[in-house]
């Protein structure tokens, strides 16, 4: 059973950095997407920028230029550098993964940006 689980959410001022992280475990097929979702109080879950096995990189417009999504293939690990933070990049960030259509979801981190 694959699992994901989120780490490094949290409170950080406006203009600030947060660094977010997935670690992916159990029976992961090789070629895969992975990705961060984000979903504020009352609105739609959102994409917030994915990555394929091969590397090649989606954006959601609000976020270009300010984070950067990873990985590490060898480890499983999924990565999203978050900078000059935003009030409204406020919600709960989700780990996902795609695995011949396939959705898996991991229990989601908060991050707040406020000052």
């Known amino acids: 059973q694959v699992q994901l689980v989120e780490s490094g959410g949290g409170l950080v001022q406006p203009g600030g950095s947060l660094r977010l992280s997935c670690a992916a475990s159990g029976n992961i097929f090789r070629l895969n997407v992975m990705g961060w979702y984000r979903q504020a109080p009352g609105k739609q879950r959102e ?45 709960v960030y989700y780990c996902n993964l795609k695995v011949v259509g396939t959705d898996f979801w991991g229990q989601g981190t908060q991050v707040t940006v406020s000052s």
């Open 47 to 91: 994409l917030v920028a994915s990555i394929t096995s091969g590397g090649r990189t989606t954006y959601a417009d609000s976020v270009k230029g300010r984070f950067t999504i990873s990985r590490d293939n060898a480890k499983n690990a999924l990565n999203l550098q978050m900078n000059i933070l935003k009030p409204e990049d406020t919600a």
